[in-house]
């Protein structure tokens, strides 16, 4: 794998996480259970997309192929998408969607923390815009988190079977393969080790706080990163994403 | 978006007190909300503004309906931040109706059984991509006809917030042209789509500004009183004479055949629209009525869980704290 490969198949992981998550987040629009977290979700949702378009787009620059962030947002199918299995997997209740988040945002804080020093200034610029951002999502769905957890008994139930339902996505998020180690070799990802002893950090606190128990497994689905096993999720997910650029090719909007 | 057939209370109190109120509402002066009012301007409010904020907040779906389908990033970006302000504008709504006496929970329960309504509007579907053109363009378009004026309606609180909501309502109304430009100049199916969702939107934005009122004594106390600013008829033809134009720049046909520019009044005369369709979706027979008020039903009792969770934990902390102290 040339280091050109490596970086265009990272920036398609960073573009990729925040599109899909983005999208799911959207799903949300006019459903949320109270006015501010519609205002809230939709805002999330706003500034994943914003992300996409910048870490998409500079993965088209860097491809060279004179592909933009659109035409890698509507036309690429499945196996060609680079998310962690997380962020695809469906909204469920409020309490799932909220616990998707708050992993997520642990995880993609520690990451731009350490991306806002990345060799290459292109990505730190777009880490350093980023990072303010998710630094709200993490307040927002830790405290959120915390407040079902730790709420009426049929909450914290919910927020316990989100928990053991999506940890076993947690694994991916730091769990290095070439790509990763050719970004770290070149100074520009962090090293996912010392990134799960602080997401440990994080996550921890806040489900303690949260009076929920991390389950024991280790057990980590994977396929999502490398785009060799998605879920079936994303498929679904695509045929409506994709749906007007792949019904009118050709057309601007 | 904007509420609708308000009807304005009687009121009956000391007309001493009445007259002093007119006499500084005709002064110009804002009513604030510890000020005296009579009781049926605030009952009238408590309608217009609630209806108002229902209207925002039902309005999120026909809108979110294309969020998931939006053609491109920026135009998902774009739209995720328009139905976030309508959300936005519910809360600002909800605030102002709250300095009235009620609150958010009581209208919001009224809204989902039927006691209070939202702008019927809404209760038509979003069927092509080109409906989020004309949902901006022609929705938005004449609710910003009828919020402009509103602006210096009497009420302090009411008043304020649709200087904030009148901001961010023409850049809506610019982002519907704007989808309506690029599928008006784009291939010959999007062109379709284009005329097609003027054909289905005209009318019900016409039905927007309501019936006629000029033998209405409602609107004439609403008037009165600057809760309502203009009559039903000034603002369609105002709206009407506005709008042509922007069809004709974008080179799609208004569905109507007795469209005729008028010179002696200087606007267009025009045909009404089926005012017997309007009353039947005020009944609740529009063709999403039932699934709109059943989405929002759906969402506040799924949501359920959500509010009370965090409730008990918010007063769990309240108390650790006395406790501490």
Same mark, same amino acid.
């Given at each position: 794998?040339?280091?050109?490969?490596?970086?265009?198949?990272?920036?398609?992981?960073?573009?990729? #996480?925040?599109?899909v998550?983005?999208?799911?987040?959207?799903?949300?629009?006019?459903?949320?259970?109270?006015?501010?977290?519609?205002?809230?979700?939709? #805002?999330?949702?706003?500034?994943?997309?914003?992300?996409?378009? $910048?870490?998409?787009?500079?993965?088209?620059?860097?491809?060279?192929?004179?592909?933009?962030? !659109?035409?890698?947002?509507?036309?690429?199918?499945?196996?060609?998408?680079? #998310?962690?299995?997380?962020?695809?997997?469906?909204?469920?209740?409020?309490?799932?969607?909220?616990?998707?988040?708050?992993?997520?945002?642990?995880?993609?804080?520690?990451?731009?923390? !350490?991306?806002?020093?990345?060799?290459?200034?292109?990505?730190?610029?777009?880490?350093?815009?980023?990072?303010?951002?998710?630094?709200?999502?993490?307040?927002?769905?830790?405290?959120?988190?915390?407040?079902?957890? !730790?709420?009426?008994?049929?909450?914290?139930?919910?927020?316990?079977?989100?928990?053991?339902?999506?940890?076993?996505?947690?694994?991916?998020?730091?769990?290095?393969?070439?790509?990763?180690?050719?970004?770290?070799?070149?100074?520009?990802?962090?090293?996912?080790?010392?990134?799960?002893?602080?997401?440990?950090?994080?996550?921890?606190?806040?489900?303690?706080?949260?009076?929920?128990?991390?389950?024991?497994?280790?057990?980590?689905?994977?396929?999502?990163?490398?785009?060799?096993?998605?879920?079936?999720?994303?498929?679904? $997910?695509?045929?409506? $994403?994709?749906?007007?650029?792949?019904?009118?090719?050709?057309?601007a909007? | 978006?904007?509420?609708?057939?308000?009807?304005?209370?009687?009121?009956?109190?000391?007309?001493?007190?009445?007259?002093a109120?007119?006499?500084?509402?005709?002064?110009?002066?804002?009513?604030?909300?510890?000020?005296?009012?009579?009781?049926?301007y605030?009952?009238?409010?408590?309608?217009?503004?609630?209806?108002?904020?229902? &209207?925002?907040?039902?309005?999120?779906?026909?809108e979110?309906?294309?969020?998931?389908?939006?053609?491109?990033?920026?135009?998902?970006a774009?739209?995720?931040?328009?139905?976030?302000?309508?959300a936005?504008?519910?809360?600002?709504?909800?605030c102002?109706?709250?300095?009235l006496?009620?609150s958010?929970?009581?209208?919001?329960?009224?809204?989902?059984?039927?006691?209070?309504?939202?702008?019927?509007?809404?209760n038509?579907?979003?069927?092509?991509?080109?409906?989020?053109?004309?949902?901006?363009?022609?929705?938005?378009?004449?609710?910003?006809?009828?919020?402009?004026?509103?602006?210096?309606? &009497?009420?302090?609180?009411y008043?304020?917030?649709?200087?904030?909501?009148?901001?961010?309502?023409?850049?809506h109304q610019?982002?519907?042209?704007?989808?309506?430009?690029?599928?008006?100049?784009?291939?010959?199916?999007q062109?379709k789509?284009?005329?097609?969702?003027?054909?289905?939107?005209?009318?019900? &934005?016409l039905?927007?500004?309501?019936? &006629?009122?000029?033998?209405?004594?409602?609107?004439?106390?609403?008037?009165?009183?600057?809760?309502?600013?203009?009559?039903?008829?000034?603002l369609?033809?105002?709206?009407?004479?506005?709008?042509?134009?922007?069809?004709?720049?974008?080179?799609?046909t208004?569905?109507?055949?007795?469209?005729?520019?008028?010179?002696?009044?200087?606007?267009?005369?025009?045909?009404?629209?089926?005012?017997?369709?309007?009353?039947?979706?005020?009944?609740?027979?529009?063709?999403?009525?039932?699934?709109?008020?059943?989405?929002?039903?759906?969402?506040?009792?799924?949501g359920?869980?959500?509010?009370?969770?965090?409730?008990?934990?918010?007063?769990?902390?309240?108390?650790?704290?006395?406790?501490?102290?």
């Amino acid at each position: 794998m040339t280091d050109q490969t490596a970086l265009f198949e990272y920036l398609l992981r960073l573009g990729d #996480n925040t599109l899909v998550l983005g999208h799911r987040v959207s799903e949300w629009c006019g459903h949320a259970p109270v006015l501010e977290e519609d205002i809230a979700l939709a #805002n999330t949702a706003l500034d994943l997309i914003g992300q996409t378009q $910048m870490w998409l787009g500079l993965a088209g620059e860097v491809e060279g192929s004179g592909r933009s962030a !659109d035409d890698l947002a509507m036309h690429r199918d499945v196996w060609d998408f680079r #998310n962690l299995l997380l962020v695809e997997q469906p909204n469920g209740d409020f309490g799932q969607t909220l616990m998707r988040q708050c992993l997520f945002d642990a995880f993609h804080l520690e990451l731009l923390t !350490d991306l806002t020093r990345a060799s290459d200034d292109r990505i730190a610029a777009i880490a350093a815009k980023a990072l303010k951002e998710v630094t709200y999502h993490l307040d927002r769905s830790s405290e959120t988190v915390i407040g079902l957890g !730790d709420g009426t008994e049929e909450s914290h139930r919910r927020m316990q079977a989100a928990l053991d339902l999506l940890w076993p996505y947690v694994g991916e998020m730091f769990t290095p393969d070439a790509v990763d180690d050719a970004m770290l070799a070149a100074g520009i990802a962090p090293d996912l080790k010392a990134l799960r002893a602080r997401f440990d950090t994080r996550i921890d606190a806040i489900l303690t706080e949260a009076t929920l128990t991390k389950p024991d497994s280790t057990y980590a689905q994977s396929g999502g990163k490398t785009g060799f096993r998605h879920s079936e999720h994303l498929g679904h $997910m695509l045929t409506q $994403m994709q749906w007007l650029q792949r019904a009118y090719p050709g057309a601007a909007w | 978006m904007y509420a609708q057939m308000v009807q304005s209370e009687a009121t009956a109190e000391d007309p001493e007190k009445l007259a002093a109120f007119q006499a500084r509402i005709d002064a110009g002066e804002k009513i604030e909300p510890k000020d005296w009012m009579p009781e049926g301007y605030r009952k009238t409010l408590i309608r217009q503004i609630g209806q108002h904020a229902h &209207s925002e907040i039902v309005g999120q779906l026909p809108e979110g309906n294309w969020i998931t389908r939006a053609p491109t990033l920026e135009r998902k970006a774009i739209l995720l931040a328009k139905v976030q302000d309508e959300a936005g504008h519910g809360l600002y709504l909800y605030c102002a109706a709250e300095t009235l006496g009620v609150s958010r929970d009581e209208l919001t329960e009224m809204l989902l059984d039927g006691r209070m309504k939202y702008s019927s509007i809404f209760n038509y579907p979003t069927l092509t991509w080109a409906d989020m053109g004309a949902v901006g363009w022609l929705v938005d378009g004449a609710a910003i006809m009828n919020q402009v004026p509103l602006q210096r309606t &009497s009420y302090g609180p009411y008043s304020r917030a649709m200087i904030r909501i009148c901001k961010e309502e023409s850049f809506h109304q610019r982002q519907g042209y704007s989808i309506m430009m690029k599928m008006a100049q784009g291939t010959p199916v999007q062109k379709k789509m284009a005329q097609d969702a003027l054909n289905r939107f005209w009318y019900p &934005s016409l039905m927007m500004f309501g019936p &006629s009122d000029k033998d209405s004594v409602h609107s004439a106390q609403s008037m009165k009183w600057k809760i309502k600013m203009n009559t039903n008829d000034d603002l369609r033809q105002k709206f009407v004479d506005q709008t042509v134009p922007q069809a004709e720049f974008l080179g799609l046909t208004v569905p109507d055949e007795t469209l005729r520019w008028n010179e002696d009044k200087g606007g267009y005369d025009f045909a009404e629209p089926d005012w017997s369709e309007f009353f039947d979706v005020i009944q609740g027979n529009g063709p999403c009525n039932t699934e709109r008020l059943a989405a929002r039903n759906k969402a506040w009792d799924d949501g359920a869980w959500v509010r009370e969770g965090l409730m008990a934990h918010a007063a769990k902390k309240r108390a650790a704290k006395l406790a501490a102290e």
